[in-house]
């Protein structure tokens, strides 16, 4: 360490003497020593007594700092690794996956549904949501509001085109067109298959089917701060898909190695151990987390004490649609927090209709971006490419593993693609 700014002065106290240091250098000043003097007085008498005191700037030295950073990534990713134990989620079962040919597909909720049932239940849903939901959405004529509306017309169509209870084979053998059969090898849906081949084919265009796809994946940005579309970042999702590790690996990276101000704040309140787990993240780390008992407070209060900070973090608790209550804080965490983007995630080893319902339960705000989890634990990604061709979402981040920073990137067209036809996440390692 070194100093920087040093200046000396007089305090009547301890309180004086910090409020003098934070007036002269800043917030970053500290009280390098102190000690009690005799001032004043007139012929050695009357004297009073005062602190002196030094202050100054405390920087590290770059070899310094990095090894803090170096000391605060390892103790994460080993917190990461001890939570990924405990939860006991082995890499092994989706290597024996990728050996058999299969995906491994499971839900994103407590119980299994069968595929007709799923889809009874999220026509019911969409029936339901129109129903009872007019006192819970954003007006009419406001710009958010058709935004959402517009996720909701595409849930629509997209239940429409599922409908018959059983979804597209994985495998189309009387499909003569190898690019198509190529796809949907893949889990991409059928129709979307053929729709992205016709439209490939119809540009007469030099580059293979794999390097135009590139070009067609929407993706948020190739940094991480265009990534993450702002100052102020929302992230929805269900419980179970990683969405609060997920939080704490973009601090990390953000925090450690960008060297930003970054801010955590939880409204999953509902779940005493997420909130312990955040506050766990946030210590190793090195940042603050505040926790929203209620919206107010983040408008009131969390966002006036943090005004200086770069990038702030907002993690919300899963919700159901079905829960009208629930759907109004969502909304009114969205109007207190009013942040630059919200990213909803996801998990990639859920069936296509299992996503379509998470869409519906949190569709109640506008969704800037997607985040996929758990790359690692499914063999098959064209689900991925389903929800961004159906619903014309960009794909911000992309999370697989407990290695930080290698196990959490910013999305790119390329890196989807080589999930599609070549499994590299699935038979890493």
Known sequence: MRVEKQIEYEAANDVEAIAIAKERLGRDAVILTSRRVKVGGFFGMFKREALKVTAGILVPD???????????????????????AVSGAPDA?????VAAGAPKTVSAFSAPQQPNLLMQAAAQAAQAYEETSKSHRLQDSSPLAKEVDEIRAILSTVLNRLGGGE???????????????????????????????????GEYTDSSLREWLVQKVPTMGAESSKALGGKRILFAGPTGVGKTTTIAKIAATQSLWENKKVVLITADTYRIAAVEQLRTYAKILGIPLEIATEPGDISNFILKKHKDADLILLDTAGRSHYDGNRMDEL????????????????????????????????????????????????????????VLRDFNLPVSFFTMGQNVPNDIEVARGERLVDFLFDNRVSEKG
Request: zero cysteines.
């Open 62 to 84: 770059q070899e310094d700092a990095v090894k803090e950073s170096r000391d605060r990534m390892v103790a994460f990713q080993h917190l990461l690794e001890v939570r990924r």
């Open 93 to 97: 079962p989706v290597r024996s996956a």
């Open 167 to 201: 979804e597209s084979p994985r495998h189309v053998e009387e499909t003569v067109d190898e690019d198509v059969v190529k796809l949907v090898n893949a889990d991409v849906d059928r129709d979307i298959a053929i729709s992205l081949v016709n439209e490939y084919r």
């Open 331 to 386: 909304k009114a965490l969205y109007d207190a927090f009013l942040p630059d983007s919200v990213h909803l995630v996801l998990a990639a080893n859920i069936k296509y209709r299992d996503m379509l319902d998470v869409i519906d339960r949190m569709g109640v705000v506008p969704l800037s971006a997607l985040i996929f989890t758990k790359l690692d634990e499914t063999a098959t990604y064209g689900t991925i490419l389903n």
